[in-house]
């Protein structure tokens, strides 16, 4: 069962930014790493960056690293996705999960929330 609620998608023009934002609804949220993932038509999903819960350490997957920051605000119970220099093919739906650990993509702790879709198209 999901215990996010992502945000902040919406269409964008190539080379533009956009900010993201996953809330969390369980207590356990602010306790938890947690990452972001993408999916594009056609495509499996795939990790873009994840966050641990007090240290805020953070790992950038090889899709984004450059052009993407993720941070969090555990008072506000969300973590924050920012994109930057987009690319037609970052065109996918994102979404964010509770990890075990930020090196482990494939350690999601919960079901998938509904996500955000970016469009990046002139």
């Known amino acids: 069962q999901a215990q996010v609620v992502e945000s902040g998608g919406g269409l964008v023009q190539p080379g533009g930014s956009l900010s993201l934002s996953c809330t969390g609804s369980e207590p356990a949220f602010g306790s938890s790493s947690v990452g972001w993932f993408r999916q594009a038509p056609g495509k499996e999903r795939e990790f873009v960056a994840a966050?641990?819960?007090?240290?805020?350490?953070?790992w950038y997957g090889d899709s984004m690293r450059d052009r993407s920051v993720i941070s969090r605000d555990n008072d506000q119970n969300t973590v924050d996705l920012q994109l930057h220099s987009l690319k037609p093919e970052d065109t996918a739906v994102y979404y964010c999960?509770?990890?075990?650990?930020?090196?482990?993509?494939?350690?999601?702790?919960?079901?998938w929330g509904q996500g955000t879709r970016v469009t990046v198209s002139s």
């Open positions: 966050i641990t819960a007090i240290k805020k350490n953070k």
């Open positions: 999960n509770r990890m075990a650990s930020i090196y482990a993509p494939e350690s999601c702790l919960d079901g």
